[in-house]
């Protein structure tokens, strides 16, 4: 059975997510840079979403680390570490998995624009509350990219690529039937060599 190496994976979708994950950071930090600047306050659904200003979070998602003296180093650094692992996977992800590709781009986007917060303000700007009640928490656009990135990655690991995990799409059934033929050829292969 041939050894396969690892190899760059660095085409057209790859050249597109790059351009639509400057555009999210961009996103990201123009609103939090208007949001600043007039003071922004209003409501987007009644109970669940609403936005408003001044609120600096210096930990981690739900404030966590948010005390701790050592939680800001920790926290970027562990960021810088995450994004070597992602921008390394993207590039190495085959291009016809365009789908996680998204969600990298995604997730990579948003961490980059908290990133640039705490290494420029020491804290992340949040403004978007959701939840209900008091159940919930103050987040932004760059928190939203993370989450819908993770979401669409554990979807794609679960039902659409060609490893997922319970094959739902056409693609992904035929991509497994395929390997499975392939091992159990290589198999049989080095049976009959054994055998020899």
């Not at 050894?3 to 609103?31: E, M, P, Q, T, Y």
């Not at 109970?47 to 680390?65: D, M, P, Q, R, Y």
């Not at 926290?75 to 996680?100: H, N, Q, S």
């Amino acid at each position: 059975m041939a050894n396969k190496k690892l190899k760059l994976h660095f085409g057209k979708v790859s050249i597109i997510l790059i351009f639509v994950c400057i555009a999210l950071i961009a996103v990201d930090l123009i609103l939090k840079h208007f949001e600043e600047a007039q003071d922004w306050q209003f409501t987007v659904i009644p109970g669940l979403i609403w936005v408003e200003h001044g609120h600096h979070n210096t930990g981690a998602a739900f404030s966590f680390l948010a005390g701790a003296e050592w939680g800001q180093t920790f926290l970027t650094v562990f960021t810088i570490i995450l994004l070597a692992a992602l921008i390394t996977a993207f590039v190495f992800i085959p291009e016809r998995a365009a789908f996680l590709k998204t969600a990298l781009a995604m997730i990579i986007a948003g961490a980059i624009g908290n990133l640039v917060d705490r290494a420029a303000f020491g804290y992340v700007r949040d403004f978007v509350w959701v939840g209900i009640g008091s159940f919930g928490a103050y987040c932004n656009f760059a928190d939203f990219f993370i989450v819908f990135g993770v979401i669409f990655a554990v979807v794609d690991f679960l039902f659409l690529n060609e490893w997922a995990l319970i094959p739902l799409t056409k693609h992904a059934k035929a991509a497994q039937a395929k390997n499975k033929e392939s091992s159990s050829s290589d198999g049989d292969g080095e049976q009959g060599d054994a055998g020899e």
